[in-house]
């Protein structure tokens, strides 16, 4: 039993891990505003509203892993009419390294140019290295564009709705959007021709404009020496109007009718290597309730007739049925992928050969070579055709319903869509830390949850659509080799094994996934995993868990959000609108005796927030001070009266019904 007297650290208890993350720097002049964080800038805000969401000059390795940027003389002078920043910066590894002189003038009429000049100290091989530019969801999808072209010529369009699963615009010079009534943004991008990619395949929630077309060749080489010189530049049409300051007061949450959707069914994944720590916790899963298993198959692994028997023993254990996410090699002798008939026969039969006496409720299956991206304008490696892979499953698991898509990420599945209805169900995966690797870029991913739905739901139609394993921490990666590995416990992009995903940061990602899927109409959910990385009971593994080791948890934070999910499942949802969506997330479904409302702070402050029309609430909160005994046992939390407005701590989590 845990000894609640030995309470983890506040950042142990968000985030996993006392990395310590530097306050951020906020510039100001005049209607202009804007973070510094790393030498970028992020969230710049005209008038008080976000105008542009970054602009970073990022370098990226072969594998698509950003470096982080060593930062001297750094210089920062604000005044009353602007501010500037200067400073030097390296990037690089032990192989190679490039340097560049970065500075950022920022004046008070709002307009702003970020230049970066330098050259590589080596020949750098890179597959990206300049400005990025991110533009955020709120106030401009669906909303017109201009687009001045590299030569000259321009276009009048608009942001896309449904996630574009190549790029909406390309060789691109200038763009041009309303940020106000009346007020427009001019964003100027010199160095090379730049293209736009709809950051939302990838859960990001924004447009990214970057520099060299992804048709040019990559990897590519800098030479040494090789200089060169980028720059962005943000001018303003119109009279910005004076910012209404900020928003005091609590947070209101207004509910309302039924919706249509219900809460989906909610599973957990089950990964191989961890079948046996699971079945050794198996009363801990059970107890959460899970609808399903999703246990992935993969021959190349080595997985055989033992692994499925492993995965069978748990299901009997939780008593939970059993999905097969079957990865089907489709390779030749040679190890190559293949379209040939006999192969994909051989392989399918050998899957089911493994599975024979063992029974599953659903079978998922999808080619070796769908696990890795293919980019638009390039070829996808040989595969057997959608429906050959169906008909051949059919006849290995006859009777059972056949599902595909993508196990990697929806940008895959929304670059090669099946048709309608040759699936019984579909669906794909995802992580949160993809691009990049903070706290706030891990909660902002929930924001481009309803385009993801949406877009599914327009290709696929009545469908059943299923999310296949979705966690904070990466299973596999469809754009290099393997997941980046992380011994020293931080927050990075593409983590195989994330310190959130055991903390209140990963169980409000997981709650607001939940939240999501609810109103998006989703089928069926599988998140987080039975134990490992991103498991929801305890498990001792290759890396050191600080405080959860110590204190001898025995299920994490997100074990409460799985049983919440599991004890709601298909109830109706209501609508509950807020009045400040980036801060609190919520969800109301139908109760046996009223409403029930599932409340999540988004973000790593204290929030204020009261229900409209209620004078007071009935429920538990998970925060960090119901974390100790949140992970001593796995049963939920007491319920006791709350007050209203409710306090709602760091990632905290509330489960209410009115008083």
Known sequence: MIDATAAPSPAIARFGTEEPVAPPRILKAGVLEARLEAGNLRYIMIGGVEAIRGVAFLARDRN???????????????????????????????????????RIEGRADGSLTFTAEGAPDTDFVTNRTGFVVLHPLDGVIDHPVRIEHTDGSVEESRFPVEVNPACPFENIRAMTHEILPGVSLTCRMEGDAYEMEDHRNWLDASFKTYIRPLAKPWPYTMGEGEAFRQSVTITLEGKVPAATGGTGGPVTVTLGAATGTEVPRFGLAVPAAWTTSALERADLVAAAKPSFLVCHFDPRAGHD??????????????????????????????????????VLTRDIAGIAAAAMGFTFSHVAV?????????????????????S???????????????????????????????????????????????????????METLQSLPSVFHSVRAFAGATPYWIFPIAVSMRMNPYGAVPAENPD??????????????????????????????????????????????GIVSAPGETARPWFDAARAEVMPS????????????????????????????????????????LINLTGKSVDVTLSGWS???????????????????????THPQPTPLTLKPYAVARLTRA
């Not at 470096?67 to 910066?89: C, H, M, P, Q, W």
């Not at 304008?377 to 055709?385: K, N, R, V």
């Not at 593409?494 to 997981?510: K, Q, S, T, V």
């Not at 609430?617 to 001593?632: F, K, P, R, T, V």
């Open 305 to 342: 007739r033992s692994t499925i028997a492993e995965y069978a023993a748990l299901g009997e254990a939780v008593g939970a049925p059993l999905v097969l996410e079957a990865v089907v090699p489709c390779e030749d002798a040679s190890g190559n992928p293949t379209d040939d008939p006999a």
């Open 366 to 386: 999808s080619p070796g070579s769908d696990l890795k991206c293919t980019l638009p304008g390039t070829q996808f490696p040989p595969a057997p055709d959608w």
């Open 616 to 638: 007071g609430a009935n429920g538990w909160i998970l925060d960090e001070e119901s974390l100790a005994d949140a992970c001593a046992a796995a049963e939920p939390l007491p």
């Open 559 to 598: 074990w409460h959000v799985v049983a919440l999910a599991a004890s709601l499942t298909g109830r109706a949802v209501l609508a509950a609108e807020c009045d400040r969506p980036a801060a609190v997330k919520a969800l109301a479904v139908e109760g046996e005796a009223g409403p029930v409302v599932v």
């Open 489 to 534: 416990n931080i927050r990075q992009a593409m983590n195989r094994i994330d310190p959130r995903d055991r903390a209140l940061l990963g169980a409000a990602w997981y709650a607001g996934t939940l939240a999501e899927a609810a109103k998006g109409g989703v089928d069926a959910v599988t998140m987080a995993a039975v134990a490992g990385p991103s």
């Open 388 to 442: 050959r892979l169906v008909a051949e499953t059919r006849r290995a698991f006859p009777g059972v319903p056949v599902g595909g898509g993508m196990f990697s990420y929806f940008t895959e599945l929304n670059r090669k869509r099946p048709p309608k209805g040759t699936f019984d169900f579909v669906g794909h995966s995802g992580a949160p830390i993809v691009h990049a690797g903070d706290d706030e870029s891990v």
């Open 64 to 102: 698509w892993g950003t470096y982080n940027a060593r930062i001297e003389d750094l210089a920062v002078d604000e005044r009353a009419d602007g501010f500037t920043v200067s400073y030097r910066a390296t990037v690089g590894d032990s192989a190679q390294s490039l340097s560049y002189t970065a």
